[in-house]
């Protein structure tokens, strides 16, 4: 079992730049990959970034590659989300998620943090 937390998020301004981070107990990370995800009020949860175990492949979001960057911290077992540039339509509850690199769902999911965005 993977156990995620996130932290870091919280009200901004648009056009500002945020951090979220998720940090990993139970497991050490580097034997899965991450994810980011987020679900705005009323709309499903949606993909947001991911990496794979070794880092060496990271993939976003059409809508959103050149604001957001992910990365992973093996030494700190925790995963990271640089976001910037940010809009009222990046409100949303963002989710660190794990799977294991031969299945194709995430299957260990934090509980999010909130990340609101005013215009």
């Known amino acids: 079992q993977v156990q995620l937390v996130e932290s870091g998020g919280g009200l901004v301004q648009a056009g500002d730049s945020l951090r979220l981070s998720c940090a990993a107990s139970?497991?050490?990370?580097?034997?899965?990959?991450m994810g980011w995800f987020r679900q705005a009020p009323g709309k499903e949860r949606e993909f947001v970034a991911s990496?794979?175990?070794?880092?060496?492949?990271?993939y976003y979001a059409d809508s959103l590659k050149g604001r957001f960057t992910m990365s992973r911290d093996l030494a700190k077992n925790a995963a990271f989300l640089e976001m910037s540039s940010l809009k009222p339509e990046d409100t949303a509850v963002y989710f660190c998620?794990?799977?294991?690199?031969?299945?194709?769902?995430?299957?260990?999911w934090g509980q999010g943090t909130q990340v609101t965005v005013s215009s």
């Open positions: 139970g497991r050490a990370l580097a034997g899965y990959d």
């Open positions: 990496v794979s175990r070794s880092g060496a492949n990271t």
């Open positions: 998620a794990a799977k294991i690199p031969t299945q194709i769902e995430f299957v260990f």
